[in-house]
């Protein structure tokens, strides 16, 4: 409160009630003294620098001073974008998600994985092949990966291999398609599409 009343005092805007409250309260506080005789000494120094010259700024000084400030910064496409489609942005998040899992999988998983529903028992695995013996029939779809799949039987799916081969003997029988997956996008396009028809298929 002291420092206010300061600056009304300067300003020539103090009542005599505050002037009596100033006076008596820097007759106890030598810090606000010290304070007071400092701004009377720049107020001072201020008005013998500006003595004889046109006290009033010129006209144009706040058009300079607002040019000369920063311009604001505009908002960023993208960040308008997110605010407008929240939910389409937390879907590609997801989507991004999804590809970084499956793309490190790709890159780093090298084990020979089998899925072929029940009828798992009905292979045979040598090593990183697997078999599907003469006389034995895979009813649903067969995804191996890491390996060589050698069907002598009958197969009634898909048979889809990532990163291996198929071996089909002559007395072979597949109903459904065969694919060779050997490069990261038909991989990651087949599993968003099998991620798709399980979607679909839980519906």
């Known amino acids: 409160m002291a420092v206010r009343f300061m600056h009304e005092y300067l300003d020539e805007e103090l ?14 506080c030598p810090a606000c003294r010290n304070r007071l005789e400092v701004l009377t000494g720049t107020e001072a120094l201020i008005r013998s620098a500006c003595a004889g010259r046109d006290a009033l700024p010129p006209a144009d000084l706040a058009d300079r001073i607002v040019r000369s400030l920063p311009a604001a910064p505009r908002p960023r496409k993208w960040a308008r974008w997110v605010r407008r489609h929240p939910a389409l942005t937390a879907a590609c998040f997801f989507a991004l998600v999804m590809l970084a899992s499956w793309l490190a999988a ?13 009828d798992t028992d009905r292979l045979v695995i040598e090593g990183n092949t697997v ?49 060779e997956i050997d490069r990261a996008v038909d991989w990651l396009f087949f599993r968003v599409n099998a991620w798709l028809n399980d979607l679909m298929g839980s519906r």
Do not use: C, F, M
């Not at 505050?18 to 106890?28: G, K, M, Q, Y």
């Not at 790709?106 to 529903?117: F, I, K, P, S, T």
């Not at 006389?135 to 069907?151: E, H, P, Y």
């Open 106 to 118: 790709w890159n780093q998983d090298d084990r020979l994985r089998v899925e072929a529903g029940a």
């Open 15 to 28: 009542t005599r009630d505050r002037l009596a409250a100033l006076e008596t309260h820097l007759r106890a």
């Open 131 to 179: 078999i599907v013996p003469a006389g034995q029939k895979v009813s649903g779809d067969l995804v191996v990966a890491n390996g060589t799949v050698r069907i002598d039987g009958e197969g009634e799916g898909n048979v889809t291999v990532i990163d291996g081969h198929v071996l089909l003997a002559s007395s072979a029988q597949i109903a459904g398609e065969i694919q």
